[in-house]
């Protein structure tokens, strides 16, 4: 999976604005805009997006999904 598309799903999971994921990331408001844009990171600005990513998806609360599956129907 490319960075970029880790980014999106994230985004999306999370309902983080793009500027609000960079800021928080790499201190860079800019950073999704200019990946959506190619920009080429460098090795540790995408190792410390992926820390990012990792820590973000682990706080999200658990999926309300989830909770469907154990009600029973009838």
Do not use: W, Y
């Not at 090795?43 to 973000?56: D, F, G, S």
Request: proline share 7%; aromatic share 2%; charged share 30%.
């Amino acid at each position: 999976m490319s960075l970029l598309h880790a980014i999106e799903t994230c985004l999306r999971l999370s309902n983080v604005p793009p500027s609000r994921f960079g800021r928080d990331s790499v201190k860079d408001p800019r950073l999704v805009h200019d990946l959506r844009r190619g920009r080429q990171p460098g090795r540790r600005v995408e190792e410390r997006v992926k820390r990012h990513i990792e820590q973000v998806l682990r706080n999200l609360p658990a999926q309300k999904g989830a909770q469907h599956h154990s009600r029973r129907h009838g």
